[in-house]
């Protein structure tokens, strides 16, 4: 520059100085420029001038730009190996703009300040930075790198479980939703468990409780008893009553009075059927000549026409209940085959009952709950014929 104005003589600037003509006086170079000669050229891409502007330097850590202008790079970016420009960082890393870092596993970038790392989100899991939502049926470990499959009566829905309501429990195989338990099962905590024999499932499934009177079972499930049985004490099972004891809904609870018995098909208490009487629940079939007297308690004697009932050599030898009744004359008649147990015969063999066309007298008419059976068509004042072998005569 010129030492003076309209002057000769001329010196060098100093260096970080620069005189825009030679007339001026020397300056200090203007940013992004460097003159280590008093000369300021611009600094080129990737690079600044340093503080005192008399040379280019590479920008600094962090730094990155073009035309010796260097501007800091963003959380999340880093420059790129010339410095020319910053780049965002690849998945999984941070930087606070001087250079990207590898987040570890379990954790990733944060995405309110790229600039470091935060665990990764409930429900999710991963390595490298990277996080994942978890499979269905599965829920994130606690430190965030992998996933578990879900805990005993839990669902996992997006990587979060929950446990199932009492009476409930997971679906199977995946565990997406809670089912109620199936029967025969009772639980909480979702959690179902088998119940245990003579017990059901109670009506809200939360637990078993035992089986109702006169109910038995083995599988979770409960049965009436048939008829004529009663649940053993350990309800897991039905037996049949004790003798002449009546049982109605699995109880047996009834004791049957004199004149009764228990019938199986029906397990209740029942007048002794025809030809039979005793006491205390316990009837026995009536010999001839006897019958059962008005109340079925006792067999007893009849007064008239004992031979009624009392078994023929010829008759017996058919397999039919063949009668025909005289009263005038004993020898015509043909009584029930067998042992002589009268009842036997006519519940073998369902013939028409009719009532004998005679006059008899109250102890009779007290004793005689059946009377002989007789065909459908044949009266009794007529002939009848056993089969073609024997004919009667009245």
Known sequence: ??????????????????????????????????????????????TQP??????????????????????????GQEPNSGLTSCLYCPVGMSSDGSGCVQCRDGWLPDASNLSRCTTCPPGTAGLQGRCEVCPLGRQATDDGTGCNAAPPGHICLKGLCTICDSGERPVVPVPRECEPCPEGTGGSDGLCEPCAPG??????????????????GTDGTCTLCPPGQGVVPNRTACDACPFAR????????????????????????????????????????????????????????????????????????????VVTFNHTDPS???????????????????????????????????????????????????????????QEEK
Not at 347 to 376: C, Y
Request: hydrophobic letters at 30%.
């Open 1 to 46: 520059f010129r030492t003076e104005p309209g002057g000769s003589a001329c010196d060098r600037c100093s260096p970080g100085f620069g005189s825009p003509n030679v007339t001026s006086a020397c300056e200090p170079c203007p940013p992004a420029y460097a003159g280590p000669n008093g000369v300021c050229l611009r600094c080129t891409d990737g």
């Open 50 to 75: 340093d503080a005192t502007r008399t040379v280019c330097m590479p920008c600094t850590r962090g730094r990155a730009g073009l035309g010796g202008l260097c501007k800091p790079c963003a959380a």
């Open 199 to 216: 017990q059901q499932q109670a009506a809200n499934r939360t637990r078993c409780e035992d089986c109702p009177p006169g109910r038995f």
């Open 246 to 321: 009546a049982g109605i809904d699995g109880l047996c609870s009834e004791w049957c009075g004199d004149g009764q018995e228990v019938l199986a098909r029906n397990g209740i208490c029942t007048r002794c059927r025809p030809g039979r009487a005793g006491t205390a629940g316990s009837c026995d079939a009536c010999v001839v000549p006897k019958l059962p007297d008005a109340a079925a308690r006792s067999c007893v004697a009849t007064s008239r026409l004992p031979w009624l009932l009392f078994p023929d050599p010829v008759c017996s030898a058919h397999q039919k209940c």
């Open 332 to 390: 015509t008649v043909k009584c029930c085959p067998g042992n002589g147990v009268y009842h036997e015969c006519c519940e073998e063999h369902p013939w028409q009952q009719r009532t004998m066309d005679m006059v008899l007298d109250s102890v009779m008419r007290s004793n005689l709950l059946f009377l002989a059976p007789r065909r459908l068509g044949h009266h009794q004042d007529q002939p009848r014929a056993d089969h073609g072998e024997h």
